[in-house]
């Protein structure tokens, strides 16, 4: 099956600095998405990108699927962006997620 | 309105009870999933459904049965649960799956403690 994986596992910031996840998939997939989830364990969308640059706020995201990676930046970040990103790649009839990066970010 | 409800949002049960677990939402979505979430790792898919038709068990005990009444509902009947059945149970619907899953919306989960 394909494999997903997600750099760094762990990620401590500085409120404001910014920074960059990273995905890679061993196979083609039909798409990519990224999540948040927060503390409590809401699992909040935030891009659906099977190739290319979407921007929302502080947040973008860009998928180069012919090199199989997904790159996730926060500028400036905030208390609130702590919590677990997940990448989750659309294969076949599957949805596989990656093991995630646990994103801390200190006041 | 992108929204996915879960109920109860905690529920602790013997491992002889019977319970549901349900969730609902109104973006039209036609198809709907279960996932299941230990601690630490990311969630694993266990049903999902399609027009109010199991698509696809991902070989779940029998133990967790689901179904979905409608196109806004779907419920997870667990019996007889083990201990390393506790996890967070989580929802979510998109609006199509056509043989590839859609753009997913999740709800908040239900925190499942099996005593």
């Known amino acids: 099956g394909i494999q997903v994986e997600q750099s760094p596992p762990d990620l401590i910031l500085q409120e404001g600095a910014n920074s960059t996840l990273r995905c890679n998939f061993s196979?083609?997939?039909?798409?990519l998405q990224w999540f948040h989830q927060n503390p409590w364990g809401q699992l909040i969308n935030l891009f659906y990108i099977p190739s290319g640059t979407k921007q929302n706020g502080r947040l973008s995201a860009t998928t180069v699927a012919t090199e199989r990676y997904s790159l996730l930046y926060i500028s400036s970040s905030q208390t609130t962006d702590s919590g677990v990103y997940f990448c989750a790649v659309i294969y076949g009839q599957n949805f596989v997620f990656g093991p995630g990066t646990r994103l801390s970010v200190l006041p | 309105d992108t929204e996915v409800t879960q109920t109860p949002k905690h529920l602790v049960m013997g491992m002889t009870n019977k319970k549901s677990l349900k969730c609902e939402q109104h973006?039209?979505?036609?198809?709907m999933y279960w996932y299941k979430q230990k601690a630490k790792k990311p969630p694993e898919l266990m049903f999902v459904?399609?027009?109010?038709?199991?698509?696809i068990n991902e070989s779940v005990p029998s133990r967790f049965s689901p179904e979905c009444p409608n196109s806004s509902l779907l419920n997870l009947h667990l019996h007889a649960l083990q201990p390393e059945d506790s996890a967070l149970y989580l929802c979510?619907?998109?609006?199509?799956?056509?043989?590839?899953?859609?753009?997913?919306?999740f709800g908040p989960g239900t925190r499942l403690t099996v005593l």
């Open positions: 196979d083609s997939v039909n798409n």
């Open positions: 973006m039209g979505h036609r198809a």
């Open positions: 459904y399609s027009y109010e038709k199991l698509s």
């Open positions: 979510a619907s998109s609006s199509r799956f056509s043989g590839r899953i859609d753009t997913q919306y």
